[in-house]
């Protein structure tokens, strides 16, 4: 493989420590990198020197000859008067970008639902973000560095994002960079894997599971190893007591495989433990809704939602930005009143929510981290133990001079910790989290999911971390056209249902688009008296609204058809697993294959029929 980007020797020093030393890696052709490591270790720092925006202490970076190389960084600029299209496409003429299928397919998939024509000052952050990353993907680059893409997407942009990047980013195209806290994300895209910590860089193969495979292996030897070393001071010591050692066998030491390592592990929880808590704690009604609809100033956001929560439950909860997860929530934890239906609460449910907007830290800012804490009991029961709020702040990484810092001086991820640990320290006996994720690394995300398998209550998570979710959830619901659906297959089953709804919404703008692209050729007919009759036969040229829809519905098309290809090679692959002498499994999968061809073929058709509207 060709090789991209070359970094000899960095070093770069804080006043107080250093943060890379003597630091040597490179990109190459196929390159798929995820980096990881704790927050302030230096992931940001090393993305920009591997940028060239910023100049190391020593060592340097070299790029081969007219690679070109794009950033995606933390800092999004907004500035007043430049519309989202100028952002994303310049100046470049509408036929010109619009006939792309990369560029409709990135407008598609992250810009569907932001005008072209809004002015960048005029949206929010999580919108910004998405148009700095569209002007990104559009662009032709041989080497992408991003940082914290994930930001500010759902689920099912987080899929489109992972399969858009592996399809242009594949094993003999360019080079990938990534920072990223999402888990699942780092599994989808990445092939190897960077850990920064004290100031070097240790490389790994595969993605996020691999390399949480491989450090715990190391880890183990690395203990292994300490062990050693105090066994041979026991006995130095031994020896100088009593004289010579007696001649003993050489003990033959094995490494283990890091999956024997976690094949004795027990489950993360200890469900019926949890369970008979919960059961002691709230009895068994906690909280139904009932055929209930809600919403603001007359207008329901959710209709006929039925969702019972048992007093173990574990729930997740997804949906695209603005379908109701936050009404949903207010329900749960009694902030909005249902305009129809019923809510029914045990008599001793007590509902903590932590919010994105870490209202439970807001009047605490001034103080210091061990004075709030301090006002709590001094045990909190975190499943089968009792811990102190100390051995919890330890628990969540804080440090004894974290416990000095003040409230206000720590960073997002350390804030949202704290806030987190005091809703804990409340006892409530029902739990709310409403994107907990936020600004934590994937060290402090597993000590947070170490934390929360102790919690012994009913559990309602709301995130766009699909690997949170399925760690920390057992059952998992969606918010989709005003209503809560159960999704018993997961979150594969959410992406079928969006995908398949997107699917609809494609069939009905492409159906207003032949309709309306009929009319206009009745009446060109009408006025010039049958002039179009000689015409070439070819569909007619669209302009304006019509225009749009038929380029979001050929960008929803090719979405679909990127991923019927992908599912039906995965149904393929899988075939090599079924017994050949089971005939029956055999017929049922290759039906299944079949119907998924049958599907793949239909969508081409439309699309092609869409590409002649195009022109």
């Known amino acids: 493989m060709a090789h991209l980007l070359g970094a000899q020797s960095l070093h770069v020093a ?10 040597t ?19 940001s720092t090393l993305l920009r020197l591997l940028a060239q925006q910023r100049e190391p202490d020593a060592g340097r970076v070299t790029v ?26 310049g100046d470049r003429p509408e036929h010109e970008w619009a006939s792309d299928p990369r560029i409709r397919d990135v407008l598609a998939g992250l810009l569907d639902q932001i005008p072209l024509d ?54 003999r195209t360019g080079g990938l960079v990534v920072i990223t806290h999402d888990r699942w994300f780092l599994d989808a895209v990445c092939t190897r894997m960077w850990e920064v910590h004290d100031g070097v860089v240790d490389p790994f193969q595969g993605g996020y599971a691999a390399y949480v495979l491989q450090r715990v292996e190391r880890d183990r030897q690395a203990a292994a190893t300490e062990a050693r070393r105090q066994n041979l001071m026991r006995k130095e010591l031994a020896w100088l007591r ?39 704690r709230l009895g068994r009604d906690v909280i139904d809704l009932e055929d209930v609809a809600a919403g603001y100033g007359g207008a329901d956001v959710l209709t006929d939602v039925t969702v019972h929560i048992g007093p173990a439950d574990r729930i997740g909860v997804l949906g695209p930005n603005g379908a109701g997860k936050s009404t949903m929530l207010a329900l749960v934890t009694g902030d909005l009143r249902p305009t129809a239906g019923r809510v029914r609460r045990g008599k001793t449910v007590t509902v903590r929510q932590v919010s994105q907007r870490l209202s439970g830290i807001a009047e605490h800012l001034d103080e210091r981290v061990s004075e709030v804490v301090g006002r709590y009991r001094t045990q909190y029961r975190a499943g089968k133990d009792e811990v102190s709020p100390g051995q919890l702040l330890e628990r969540l990484g804080f440090t004894a001079a974290h416990q000095k810092v003040q ?21 409530p006996n029902v739990l709310v989290l409403d994107e907990p994720t936020n600004d934590m690394d994937t060290d402090m995300l597993a000590a947070m999911e170490d934390l929360l398998d102790t ?24 918010v989709l056209d005003h209503h809560v659906r159960h999704l018993p297959g997961g979150i594969d089953e959410y992406l079928a249902l969006r995908t398949a ?71 393929k692959n899988a075939l090599a697993d079924v017994d050949p002498s089971d005939y029956t499994a055999l017929a049922d999968a290759m039906r299944a294959i079949s119907a998924q061809q049958d599907e793949l073929a239909e969508v081409e058709e439309r699309w092609l029929e869409v590409g002649e509207q195009l022109g």
């Open 118 to 171: 809004a002015d960048l000052s005029e949206l929010s952050g999580g919108q910004v973000r998405r148009v700095h990353l569209a002007e990104l993907l559009v662009g032709d680059w041989d080497i992408l560095l991003l940082d914290e893409p994930t930001n500010h997407l759902d689920v099912e942009g987080i899929a489109w994002l992972a399969q858009h990047l592996t399809s242009r980013w594949n094993a």
């Open 501 to 571: 709804q997107e699917r609809r919404e494609a069939t009905a703008i492409g159906a207003a688009a032949a309709g309306s692209g009929g009319a206009a050729t009745g009446d060109a007919d009408g006025a010039g008296g049958g002039a179009g009759s000689g015409a070439s036969g070819g569909a007619p040229a669209l302009s304006g609204r019509a225009l749009r829809d038929a380029q979001k519905e050929a960008s929803a098309l090719e979405r679909r058809m990127a991923r019927l290809e992908s599912e039906i090679a995965g149904a």
């Open 407 to 427: 409230v206000g001086r720590l960073s997002g991820g350390q804030q949202r910790r704290l806030d987190l640990l005091l809703t804990l320290l409340e006892e």
């Open 64 to 89: 081969r000859s007219g690679v070109r190389v794009g950033v995606l960084d933390q800092q999004d600029d907004a500035t007043p008067g430049v519309t989202v299209r100028e952002r994303v496409v």
């Open 14 to 23: 804080l006043p107080d420590r250093v943060l890379l030393d003597a630091v």
């Open 242 to 280: 009593r004289g010579a050692p007696a001649r003993t066998s050489k003990p033959k030491f094995r490494i283990d495989a890091a999956n024997a390592l976690i094949a004795g592990e027990p489950p993360v929880r200890d469900t019926v433990e949890l369970t008979q808590l919960a059961t002691s």
């Open 25 to 43: 890696l490179g990109i190459d052709d196929g390159d798929r990198i995820g980096v990881v490591g704790r927050n302030g270790d230096g992931k």
């Open 455 to 478: 919690w012994p209550g009913p559990l309602v998570v709301v995130s766009h971390d699909r690997y949170l979710l399925e760690r920390v959830t057992d059952v998992q619901y969606a």
